[in-house]
């Protein structure tokens, strides 16, 4: 069992794809992996998630798998020179020539963009270095001003911070992507440039139920939507990268705080990625500023932290989720933490199941009980429980092997794969039994039971037990 509650995704890459390494970054800390199909293939795909199925196995602990589809991207075309300077207050024709692009002019051949913008908005190009103001707008071309200069080489991405774009969140090359690893069996699949909740909609008719979708929220666009977005989505990405270029850099803190509010009221997971440890990409010790932002997520109380080509492609993938994993540990140990996490903490909603969540959490505190086990075949159990973030121990026991490891990326839970209960004696004897054998409770404690009645019975939580822990044996209070 890992001793804290914030979950760690490693990104797997050239300097992680090996199943070694992979096992020596679960050991590390690492509870999720992130496979990035903007440089994956499907033969790829399917190797990794063969090796992280056998690091499983091996270590007899559920392991969530997230795939990351690429999403539509936006790029200018190709230059005489592979490049041209772009001067401050020179002009800048971008259109839809096949013509190589020069110093006066661009392909870009996306006619969503130009349908989509007006006069006064910006183009972000090469990741927001670069910027031009668009001056006019035509049939195929857009006329521009050079605002912020550099150098702009072939095939440089496109951002459009001001327009919503009549594009899809998926390319055809994403729903094929999406297919294989849906096919596999993956437990997460992240969709990426979310604009609308229809951008949502898609993925979920896609998925049918066999992953959770992630919105990755990198287009400021999805603000304008978000609760709709939020309430459509099995959870959310802040995807601080994108989102720092179609931002000013200045918001993206506030905006991070804004969404992992709204995910927790919600109760959904949300994951905060991009640069966390970036450094460690080439240094064995990340930077003072770098500590501090894991830390904020993690008091911020976010489901989980990612790391992307620290772990990905960096020099030190395995202790860059030492560090992580460190920086958590100590952040959850600090006199502070609880009464930040609490302040946070959102009133149960009128249900039955809310209801019994919020009671756990309160007699798990009056009893001073070892742990909070949650029987769960969709996990909504376990999610309404860690949406409370409780100070004690979250186990989720599930007959259903994916739901074990879909939850393995939430927030404080202890996710333990076995068999149904059999009926209400044998939900806490085996409960508390599991218990035991975990390490999270000793011979004689107390332990808070949550399932719902009848047994195996979908988001129908409306039973709390209380039973003393025994070396094998439980009796219910």
């Known amino acids: 069992m890992r001793h804290r509650n914030v979950k760690i995704l490693a990104t797997l890459g050239p300097a992680s794809n ?26 790829g795909l399917k190797q990794q998630h063969a090796l992280i199925r056998e690091v499983e196995q091996e270590a007899g602990r559920p392991i969530s798998i997230l795939v990351d589809l690429q999403g539509p991207k936006l790029r200018v075309g190709k230059f005489e020179n592979d490049g041209v300077d772009l001067i401050p207050g020179a002009t800048m024709r971008f259109d839809m020539s096949d013509e190589l692009g020069n110093q006066e002019r661009a392909q870009l051949h996306h006619p969503e963009i130009i349908k989509a913008v007006e006069v006064g908005h910006t183009l972000l190009l090469d990741d927001g270095r670069l ?9 195929d071309y857009l006329a521009t001003k050079v605002i912020l200069g550099g150098r702009l080489t072939n095939r440089k991405g496109v951002n459009v911070p001001e327009a919503v774009l009549p594009v899809s969140a998926m390319s055809d090359k994403d729903r094929s992507h999406a297919e294989a690893a849906l096919e596999l069996g993956i437990d997460w699949l992240a969709m990426s440039f979310i604009q609308r909740p229809e951008d949502v909609a898609e993925g979920k008719k896609l998925a049918a139920g066999r992953a959770g979708i992630m919105a990755k929220i990198e287009k400021p666009q999805a603000f304008d939507h978000i609760e709709e977005i939020l309430e459509l989505s099995d959870a959310l990405m802040v995807a601080r990268g994108d989102l720092g270029v179609e931002l000013p850099i200045e918001q993206v803190p506030g905006r991070q705080k804004q969404l992992i509010r709204l995910a927790r009221r919600q109760g959904k997971p949300v994951v905060v990625a991009t640069q966390m440890l970036e450094s460690m990409i080439t240094s064995p ?14 008091f911020e109380g976010a489901d989980a932290i990612m790391l992307s080509a620290e772990s990905a492609a960096g020099d030190y993938p395995i202790e860059a989720v030492e560090m992580m994993d460190r920086v958590a540990r100590q952040v959850e140990d600090d006199p502070t933490y609880p009464g930040i996490i609490y302040a946070q903490r959102t009133e149960p909603e009128a249900t039955g199941a809310d209801a019994i969540a ?7 505190e009056t009893l001073n009980a070892a742990a909070i086990i949650c029987w769960t075949n969709s996990g909504s159990t376990g999610l309404r429980v860690a949406r409370e973030r409780p100070q004690v121990p979250i186990m989720a026991l599930t007959p259903i092997i994916e739901t074990a490891r879909r939850m393995t990326l939430v927030w404080g839970l202890h996710c333990v794969f076995t068999k149904d209960a059999q009926d209400l004696d044998d939900m806490v004897d085996r409960a508390c039994r599991i218990c035991f054998q975990e390490n999270i409770a000793r011979a004689g404690q107390r332990v808070i039971i949550t399932a719902g009645v009848p047994l195996g019975t979908p988001g129908a939580t409306n039973m709390l037990r209380i039973a003393f822990v025994g070396g094998r044996d439980a009796k219910s209070l």
């Open 285 to 298: 010790m990340p930077t003072r500023a770098e500590v501090s932002d894991v830390a904020t997520a993690v």
């Open 358 to 364: 919020g009671a756990a959490h309160a007699v798990s």
């Open 131 to 139: 910027s031009v103001e668009i001056t006019e707008v035509g049939p």
């Open 18 to 43: 090996t199943k070694e390494m992979i096992h020596a970054l679960h050991k590390a800390g690492a509870d999720a992996f992130r496979l990035n199909m903007s440089h994956l293939d499907i033969p």
